[in-house]
């Protein structure tokens, strides 16, 4: 089962009025859900198509097409590293294999230990401060690899 | 030169309301609400402000296709997807002058009727939209958005929308399936969104950039917004240059100013003595330069179409001599290829089909027919789709091939 906490409950309420349609209040609804628990399952899902009078199948159908929704829970610190252009022309793919190396975990895993998951993703419009990754909400740019160490150490 | 979109950007605390205001924040609306709405369109359309986005659409003219008493409600979209790699200027806007932007979503609204407005943040963004939503709450504090503001008699809610991954949701369209709470698939198009866009009702979409522009206009007057840039380009523009420079960056020039000035002065050259091989002008999908083409264009729509290619975005990508453009070319292709939203067949096959033949390429697999190939993949893919999504990959291949084929036919020849 999922639920709302009441705080997010009372969020989701103030939400809806944003808009003149209950369906747009989606994107928004399921960000509550990660905050809430990390991750969106099927259960919270069924939750929010009840929430906002949507079929189940269409709320599965956003989650699947968003990057940014997980539908498994993801490392306490979860890293994307940004792998397009710009930031390989200055090294990002060196920046992945070192983090590879340094959590011994391959792309799109966690460590045994759950405190971190490591993901490539495409452009994060920081392109003039590459290499780059993205720790949670938070940016890293201009990496080297001993910034890159150095931000391993204190996440630990 | 004067700044008009950065001149805060570095001074402390530029974010805060007191601050803007301190440095004339919100000093356009007293004009603006002494002027009715139909020459507030007219002053940008005179001013000739283009779109920032991409396709340099002109604004004025874009805001004066909301019909006139629809009965529906209209909406101001503003799309800070900012998601064409190369790009990050909407970032720096919201995150160090983001009551330049509320300042000019409010001019927007008024001109066009809206009383709602959304901005669209990609979901990555989350400290420039911690930025923005503080804004917003202190122009609400301050009665500068809300009921009644500034006793004019205009009413406006202004409210961000989070995206959550999704290049495509950058295209105007998919941004708005996006706000209604579903994929992101683009619409076809017509009708166009100033007919039936959000919600079934008159939407206007505009770049933060865009948006950002408009107070100086307001607070100038057009001779002075057309005191600097070209005739058909006038104004500034934020150009973002990133790749193999001494000093990547935002840099706010005029328009027509020229693209070798931008790299060898301001962004004081290629980084380690290495020689400048190409330029990606516009962002990602705009078709390539080569060192001779940097010699003379200029960056303004005109000059880089006499040059084969696009202003685009303003994102400036420069690889130096040892690029390898196969493996440029591959990088964007696998971009393409994770973004395609699938609804069309040639763009969601033809982005992966040239994907993996880059790839193959690259191993030393490389066949003499691969050209021709990813040739006619580009040909089958351009102008053919929903969305331009598709031309977007199409005009690297043609652009890379044609300026660099001794290194595309090396790899399709391995043997040899
Ligand atoms: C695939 C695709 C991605 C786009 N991404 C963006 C984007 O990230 N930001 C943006 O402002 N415009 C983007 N655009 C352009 C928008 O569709 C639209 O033209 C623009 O927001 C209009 O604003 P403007 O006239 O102020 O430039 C994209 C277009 C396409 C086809
Ligand atoms: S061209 Fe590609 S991205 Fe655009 S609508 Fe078609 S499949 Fe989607
Ligand atoms: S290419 Fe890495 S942030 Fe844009």
Redesign the interface.
Known sequence: MFEFTSENLAEFQKILQ????K??????A??LVQKQTGFISREAMLYVAGL?D?APA?VY??VT?????HQKPVGEYHIQVC????C???GSPSITEHLKKRLGIGLGEITTDGRFSLVE??????????PMF?VN???HENLTIEKVDKILEELK | MEQRLTKNFKVKDSHRLEVSRAQGGYQSLAKLFQMKPEEVINQVKEAGLRGRGGAGFAAGLKWSFIPKNSGK?VYLTVNAD???????K??YILELDPHLLIEGIIAACYAIGAHVSYVYI??????PMQRLQAAIEEAYQAGLLGKNILNSGFDL?V?I???????ICGEETALLE???????HPRLKPPYPAIVGL?GCPTIINNVETIASVPYIIQNGVQAYRAVGTQKSPGTKLF?????VVR???YERPLGYPLKNLIFEDCGGIRGGKKLKAV?PGG?STPILDANDVETVLLDYESMEAHGSMLGSG?V?V?DDT?NMVD?LG??AR?YA??SCGQCSPCREGTGWAAKILDRMLSGEGRPKDLELLRSIADNMAGKTICVLADSLSMPIWSYMKKFRGEFEAYANPNH
Not at chain 1, 83 to 86: F, Q
Not at chain 2, 83 to 88: A, I, L, Q, V
Not at chain 2, 122 to 127: P, T
């Open positions: 944003r808009y003149s349609i369906r747009a209040a989606l994107l928004p399921l960000w906002l949507v269409k159908e956003v097409f968003y990057t940014m929704f792998r397009t252009l710009s390989q022309l200055l993703v495409e452009c994060l419009g920081s392109c003039g401060t590459g993205q909400d938070e940016y | 409600p900012e998601s064409e790699p190369g790009t990050f909407d970032r990609r979901g990555e963004f989350y400290f809610e409210y929308h989070r995206g959550a991954g999704a290049y996006s706000i209604e709470g579903k994929r992101g919600f973002c240059v990133s790749g193999h990547p960056g935002n990606i990602s994102g990508i690889l690029t440029a990088n964007l971009f994770h973004e």
